[in-house]
């Protein structure tokens, strides 16, 4: 972590890069750190670049950011671990490249990686960097919202099995920054009526195989019927969490087929990973190219509940 901090302190222009379809510990993760080193050394310019959620607004604004300002910078990707998955992938037109991450299956594309596997968020390992160098870094309100709103995302409400006592002690720390943490949550939960009805839905017409997997299928026409964007419509997962030990999601995209994966004890990151995917052992993701392939999907993750 060291060399991170005196790359921050090297560097005029900062520029904090996130994934595509960004979650809650993405943008945390971008606006926490942001926050921090403007507050530790306001003279410097620090950018956000990439693409918004509107779940998170509440942080800050996201949007692609001038090329010109790349020229001498360095680019600081977050929660990323490969390079096609960046929402702004000009890392290549700035001087100097770090990425912080908490995914195994990461691939080496920047100068320098920090990358922890037992941390269970992004935002926990940007709030441990903080308490690292307190005596040179320092925090605000801001920074402690964006953090904890990535950490309480990512680790479900701290209910995911890779939570550790640390995750307690970050949240802990936050706290005690003046955050209001049951704002933070109204905010991050607000629903539309159209959500709920969309809920209702999804309850009505989920499945589940022959050896117990839940899954659920939208369509681009039940997007559109009920005004839902597909990042709302991806965080619905949850819905079908206390009824099978592995369960599954896909929404038709433009871009294909988008697969979610969730598992409480079976690692199913190896599907993902024939896909084109990967993320977490009990928690992986894939594009998956036509509806042939969701069926292959369900029929091997069948097949695990029946090992």
């Known amino acids: 972590m060291e060399h991170i901090l005196e790359k921050i302190k090297e560097f005029d222009t900062i520029i904090i890069h996130g994934h595509i379809r960004p979650d809650g510990d993405c943008i945390g993760s971008q606006f926490g750190l942001m926050n921090i080193i403007k507050e530790?050394?306001?003279n410097k310019n620090v950018y956000v670049t990439g693409i918004d959620n509107s779940t998170f607004n509440f942080l800050g604004e996201v949007t692609l950011i001038d090329?010109?300002?790349?020229?001498?910078?360095?680019?600081?990707?977050l929660d990323c671990s490969t390079f096609d998955r960046?929402?702004?992938?000009?890392?290549?037109?700035?001087?100097?490249?770090?990425?912080?991450?908490?995914?195994?299956?990461s691939d080496k594309y920047c100068d320098y990686e920090y990358i922890d596997f037992n941390a269970v968020s992004t935002t926990e390992i940007i709030s441990e960097f903080y308490l690292k160098?307190?005596?040179?870094?320092?925090?605000?309100?801001?920074?402690?919202?964006?953090?904890?709103?990535?950490?309480?995302t990512d680790s479900g409400n701290f209910s995911?099995?890779?939570?550790?006592?640390?995750?307690?002690?970050?949240?802990?720390?936050?706290?005690?920054?003046?955050?209001?943490?049951?704002?933070?949550?109204?905010?991050?939960?607000?629903e539309t009526i159209e959500l709920l009805r969309f809920k209702a839905k999804i309850l009505?017409?989920?499945?589940?195989?022959?050896?117990?997997?839940?899954?659920?299928?939208?369509?681009?026409?039940?997007?559109?019927?009920?005004?839902?964007?597909e990042n709302d419509a991806s965080s619905l997962i949850y819905l079908i969490s206390n009824i099978a030990d592995i369960y599954a999601l896909f929404i038709e995209t433009d871009e294909g087929i988008r697969l979610?994966?969730?598992?409480?004890?079976?690692?199913?990151?190896?599907?993902?990973?024939?896909?084109?995917?990967?993320?977490?052992?009990?928690?992986?993701?894939?594009?998956?190219?036509?509806?042939?392939?969701?069926?292959?999907?369900?029929?091997?993750?069948?097949?695990?509940?029946?090992?």
């Open 67 to 77: 090329e010109k300002l790349f020229e001498g910078a360095l680019s600081i990707c």
């Open 40 to 42: 530790s050394f306001p």
């Open 133 to 152: 160098y307190k005596n040179i870094l320092k925090i605000n309100k801001s920074a402690a919202e964006a953090l904890y709103t990535g950490l309480v």
């Open 86 to 105: 960046l929402s702004d992938n000009r890392i290549n037109k700035s001087k100097y490249t770090i990425k912080i991450d908490h995914h195994k299956d």
């Open 160 to 190: 995911y099995k890779n939570i550790t006592s640390n995750t307690f002690k970050i949240a802990s720390f936050l706290a005690t920054l003046d955050i209001n943490i049951s704002d933070i949550n109204n905010k991050i939960n607000k």
């Open 260 to 307: 979610r994966l969730r598992s409480k004890n079976i690692p199913i990151n190896n599907i993902a990973q024939e896909y084109g995917g990967g993320g977490h052992l009990l928690a992986s993701g894939a594009i998956l190219k036509n509806f042939s392939e969701v069926q292959e999907v369900i029929d091997k993750l069948d097949k695990l509940l029946k090992l």
């Open 204 to 229: 009505n017409d989920f499945k589940m195989t022959k050896n117990g997997v839940a899954y659920i299928i939208i369509y681009k026409k039940d997007l559109i019927r009920y005004n839902i964007n």
